[in-house]
């Protein structure tokens, strides 16, 4: 087992800067412990609040697999400290627009963890959403320097079929080859239950009638809490800032740069229902919003319906009647999937490969024990947007759990080697930046025994 830890040590810093992109929230610890200082790097600071975050942070991310001790961790964070002040020193920029957009999907990610905004800026102690984003962008705009300045000192570094070989037979005659885990790929075929004709007839009507009394005087806002279906509603009144960069959906950006201020608009048709608009305030490259959703509702009996052609649809399939790309091709209704076969792609990768034991537990319960070619029973599901449908999934591809191989796991085992390279050049680059650089360690961590030369001592 210690080999296995000594392999996963050596891809820690990888580990490490994806953890740091993700924890952004709880900063807000910084506005209580003023005096944790636990280092200083040129400008920036290490709060002694911040090793205990990030050391449970990494721990609880790695299952446990990968542990560090305080010392180890609190290196790790002046290592990010030091690249965020020379990204500065080197003339690094990030654009307005690259933060915001990390803000925004920053503030989607804690909102759905959390259920909703409101219980986001309650969790963590913030006074409202301002405060909340203000925080955020300025820790976003530290990741974004230090990924910029990571990539700047490693930007030629690449790995040779010869340099992977190595390495791999290096890892094999340590008895230290890493194990690789149970993958599966994914397929699926969704069926909509669409609502009637009448029913979407009469959401627009009445949106409509809301359109003409606000343009009569009626209060938005008002509107808006008594019959959006939007869930943030309560909290904000329907109202939003919204930039081209912003993670809103496409017809919602568009209607907000469409409109004149105190405009409002005619429903129009999204993914989530339909909605009417109005445009409060132009800022620059922002706009400032209200929308009221309505979603139509779906009757019981359209819910059966579909429900029972997915189950026909299933069954031809297992009968052979028709191929499961066919049916994708013919019958879903999924937008993302149905043009590559019904592929699902992993949200967190970008793959379209699943780490068996890192999956949602509702998905895991239905797929982990198929073989490959199987596919599950139908079942009901909803989307972000509300949508209800039914659907199966076929396991398209399946590899347990493994040692790894240079052939199988050939691209595996590269990325390994050249983060392996890239940690060791920002370690050099590192070790040779601390001479010139500011540094100051608090008596409590002056016992810390580092690997770089953090303390300056004249015999290192």
Not at 42 to 54: P, R
Not at 300 to 324: S, V
Request: glycine fraction near 4%.
């Amino acid at each position: 087992m210690q080999q296995k830890t000594t392999t996963l040590k050596s891809i820690k810093l990888c580990l490490f800067t994806i953890f740091l992109s993700m924890m952004v929230i709880p900063l807000q610890a910084q506005k209580v412990k003023i005096d944790g200082v636990a280092v200083v790097i040129g400008k920036n600071i290490v709060l002694e609040s911040d090793i205990d975050k990030f050391k449970q942070e990494v721990e609880i991310r790695s299952e446990g697999k990968i542990t560090i001790k305080d010392c180890e961790m609190l290196e790790e964070l002046m290592q990010q400290k030091l690249l965020s002040h020379h990204a500065v020193v080197d003339s690094i920029t990030v654009s307005d627009a690259e933060i915001s957009s990390r803000v925004d999907n920053s503030v989607q990610y804690f909102t759905q963890q959390f259920g909703s905004l409101d219980k986001v800026i309650k969790a963590y102690g913030f006074n409202d959403i301002d405060d909340l984003r203000k925080e955020l962008y300025s820790v976003q705009k530290d990741n974004l320097l230090i990924e910029r300045e990571q990539q700047k000192i490693t930007e030629k570094i690449d790995v040779t079929p010869e340099e992977v070989r190595l390495y791999f037979n290096g890892l094999k005659e340590k008895g230290d080859l890493p194990e690789f885990p149970a993958e599966i790929e994914l397929a699926q075929i969704v069926l909509n239950a669409s609502a009637t004709k009448e029913e979407e007839d009469r959401i627009v009507a009445k949106l409509n009638d809301l359109k003409k009394e606000i343009e009569e005087g009626a209060s938005f806002k008002m509107k808006a809490i008594i019959n959006s279906d939007d869930p943030g509603v309560t909290t904000n009144g329907g109202r939003y800032e919204v930039t081209k960069e912003s993670q809103f959906i496409k017809e919602f950006k568009e209607m907000a740069f469409s409109l004149d201020i105190g405009q409002v608009s005619k429903p129009f048709k999204s993914d989530f229902g339909y909605h009417i608009m109005q445009l409060h305030e132009i800022k620059g490259n922002m706009r400032v919003a209200s929308h009221i959703l309505m979603k139509p509702d779906i009757p019981e009996t359209r819910l059966l319906d579909t429900k029972a052609r997915a189950e026909q649809l299933a069954k031809d399939i297992r009968e052979g009647k028709i191929t499961f790309e066919e049916a994708v091709k013919k019958y879903s209704d999924d937008k993302e999937t149905k043009n590559n076969a019904g592929l699902i792609v992993n949200p967190y990768t970008g793959e379209s490969r699943f780490d068996l034991t890192r999956m949602d537990p509702a998905l895991y319960a239905r797929v982990t024990e198929l073989k490959k070619g199987e596919i599950t029973d139908v079942f009901y599901d909803e989307d972000r947007s509300g949508d209800k449908m039914y659907k199966f999934i076929l396991m398209r591809d399946r590899v347990d759990t493994h040692e790894a191989d240079m052939v199988d796991d050939y691209v595996k085992i590269q990325e390994l080697a050249l983060t392996k390279k890239k940690e060791e050049t920002i370690t050099k680059w590192a070790k040779e930046k601390i001479k010139d650089t500011y540094i100051k360690i608090s008596s409590e961590h002056q016992k810390c025994k580092f690997e770089k030369n953090w303390k300056k001592e004249t015999n290192k």
